[in-house]
């Protein structure tokens, strides 16, 4: 099976700490691979190094064979990475409607200057994309929402309208930082059913930081377990839960595990 | 995915019909005849009213273009610009400098195509110092990014405003306004052209997708690069087009005046400007126009009120003109602490209206899931400052702006209820987390708030 | 180490001075004094920003106008009404910028608290605007002048003041030296030592936490603000007898963006730093002023001097400095995360 992601021996230090220390990541075509670990073990910061928002000391990230380590991240979204964040990764001055549209920025198909002209092609061009981001949105069933503000939207709610932007970036690899966060038990396991009929509809391949474990369970083909910026243990999910250093530093409780993931969830401002 | 998305979407398009409102025929034409009247008075008003008003209307058309130009560093990049003088100044003396030692305009004749070819000068000029201040903004931001253009405003009133080539040794740079457009009437239509053509591209800039990337920049520039938005070049793009409608400005300044004078360009004038694109309302262009042209109108509508006008000339002893700062001073400071929406917010009815959207008096036409606002934090949305966003800042390494992130949170926190609603949306801002690391240290997120 | 950084700098920058003011065979420069003079009235702004950037965290540019103010109704007191002396012209003068400082603080600052700080710094640049429109309106433009608290000349003619490295410093500018310095003392003591002067520390860093532990915000600002408007008012009503002319917007124009340069150099934060930065600046003002005299450069075979051939000279140097100390080192030479 070809490799759509591979991360290898990636390392990044904040001043003296050590985030992450020579970190292999394999995700390979097709799969839905998991990202576990406990609060500070460098999950989005091995995100924000797949990405290109942090520049790790070392290390490479290599995507569909092709080293990607030093491209900005833009250029890393236009190839085919799609990501979402922790806290929501939406335009808040924007409606959903043209969150999505800004979503398909690399695919746009005129020109800065054109546009400002108003060339004819923007028009046209400005109408497909308004009609692709209804259809991302209604994929999603959120059509109903296209033309509202983010203000007052519930937060699973708003989870959801980000995944939409992330796929109209049209993606074929998904990164995903806990994508269940601000749902119930029910809300999270319908997000299951969708990222299973995301990846059988578009082909996509997904590496998911997730905290809400039956939902790794359900539908992660592939784990891998952080712990201090080392990747502990990795294996099938049932596999991992039964590995000891898991239960230790993670699993262990797994009923507080999700307690205190459901507390995280109103706050807003990283500490 | 686009063939594999479109076989999967079987959800019915056609329910989305509904939801749009279009006005019937007679709606638009009510809408139009609306239109044609406002339109049709300016028009008119301009060509009957006495020539010194029309001079001031043409300056008023040119204060409309310097404040879209201004508009779109504060409203749409979310920064303060204190230096437009600089820009508009440059591009001033450029332009009467082409004109006049370049391409041979006299005192009584200058040709039309010689005015075209100073105006795209100009606005090279302009579009060029802006790009400058905007690379300096890809490391500089907030508090400290303003007290940068203050500067460079200063450097430029201070040094390149002195340069005796330009200025003719102090004298001023003669720019004669080109044949067929010499009287002030016509020189009024003359702005008009250009004023219509900024809007235009100021309008096309929103509806496409480069204003969009600029303003996702401004909410967070982590969310925008994940989009696919090249962050680097559009903040620097958005200054440069900045700059260029300065340069316009500039330009027609520099004809309307006829003798460009460093004089013209002072720092009182720049912040009347910035003030001017407040009480029109950050963003808002339909509103930054009215404000600017208020600004540039308002000693002349202190003369329409004949004993107003009396008691400040002949009892007080007072020029109009002295008050302008002071009205337009007090309406900005009004503006800021009432109404961060400024006279965009008040005209939005209208405007939406005439838009083709049904007459509502509610600020937004989105009714869905809108709650009350704050007052006080309302603008800051406008000016994309937020505190998650500088504290992602922060994480990057950027000190500057976790200065200001700190103290965003510390502001914020005596009154967490106030600005709820605010901080929902900017939970988005928050592109890219601070290493996990630091919460495993810190202890969670701060529940402690 | 913050001391020892402190006391390294002051002292490389004295033997600066001392070097360069000592000039050469030609004898003193008498540059160096004329930087320092003119810097003292820039720390003295300066102190003042940093007070307010300290406690309310944003710049303020209204802070050159409480010194315009001061200066203005020194003037009035003085020259126009009642005519009173200078001991009483000058602290109603001081007064005045007080509750100007006050009023702002009320009126402008207290319903923005919770703003983003650069709304706050849009409506000190109209409160400062306001203020010069208002001076506009009462004194027209034209320029006045504020006679020195101690005339340059005694009666006889003969000059008053200290001769420093061959600068005839007035009577004035020592003053003006003597201020700053006390004043940064008695700053710097009364953040570091006093309760009130750490409370208004603390607010400046965590507002929610003062709170809690019962200082009241609002007591804080008012302190704050009437504070630094004490000290604009100061700085106005020292400056303008020395600069000649007293116009609406004087400090704006004339002083803020040096004042805002010697701020930043000292990191925007620390006093001290505020009393350096601004020697530094009125120094290199005055070291291109001289350079802009001395050297000339022949262009098209005509001998030009510096200072023709960039005009404002002494200005840009002022600017580059901001320039580069905000991109090469945004915290300042002094600065502290404080």
New interface residues.
Partial sequence: MTSVLKVEDLGIRFGGLVALDNVNVDVPEWEIVGLIGPNGAGKTTLFNCIMGAYQPNSGTVTYRERDISLLPTHRRVALGIGRTFQNIGLVGGLTVLENCMVAQHPRIGYGAIGALLGAPRTFSEERRLRNYAMEVLDFLDLSHLANSHLDGLPYGTLKLIEIATVLATDPDLLLLDEPSSGMGPDEAHDLGDRLLKLRKTLNLTVLMIEHHVPLVVDVCDYVYVLNFGQVLTEGRPKEVQKHPEVIAAYLGGSATEEASSEEEIPTDVPA | MTASATEALEAPLAARAEERWSPSVQGWVARLLVLGLIFGSVLWATANVPSYWADRISLAAIYAIIGLSLNIVLGYVGQVSLGHHGFVGIAAFVAAYYATMKAGCTLDSCAFGTFLTATLYAAISGGLAAMLLGLIALRIKGLYLALITLAYGFAAERSIFEIPFLTNAGAGMPATRPNGWETDREFAFLTFIFLALVIFVDWRLLRSKVGRAILSIKHSEAVASTYGINVTAYKVFAFILSGIFAGIAGSLFAFHETNVVSNNFNFATALLWVLMVVVGGLGNRIGVVIGSAFFALFPFLILLIGPLDHFIRDTLGREPDYFTIVIGSTLALLTIILHPGGIGEQVSPITRWLGGKPFSLHPDGHEKHKEPKAKGPGLLAKFGLHREENGSERAEGERTDGELAALGRAVASPTPSRDHDTERVDVSGNGVQPPDVWGALVGRRDDAR | MRTGIVVGATAALLGLILILGAGDDAGPNPYIAIGIATGALYGLVALGLVLVYKGS???NFAQGEFGTVGAFITFVFLEQVLKVPYYVAFPLGVLGAVLMGLFMER??VR?????????L???T??????T???E??LF??EPKTLRPLIAATDAAGNPNGLAVFGYLMEPQNLIVIGILVVLAVVLAYFFSKTDLGLAVLAT?????AT?VVGIG?ERMSRFIWGTAAFLGGLAGILYVPISGTLTP?AM??GIL?PA??AA?LGGMTSLPGAFLGGIVVGCVQSLANWAGNTYSFTIDETVKPLQ?I????P??A??LV??II??AR??GLLGS?A
């Fill in positions: 965290r944003v710049f009126v402008v319903p923005l608290m919770n703003s983003p700080r650069i709304t710094l849009v409506a640049i109209a409160f400062a605007l306001l010069v429109g208002i506009i309106v027209l433009p400046s860093q965590d507002a929610f709170r915000i917007g704006t124009t963006i805002f340069t930043v023709s960039i005009p404002g000279l200005d840009v002022i600017i901001l320039l905000l991109l945004p915290q995360e």
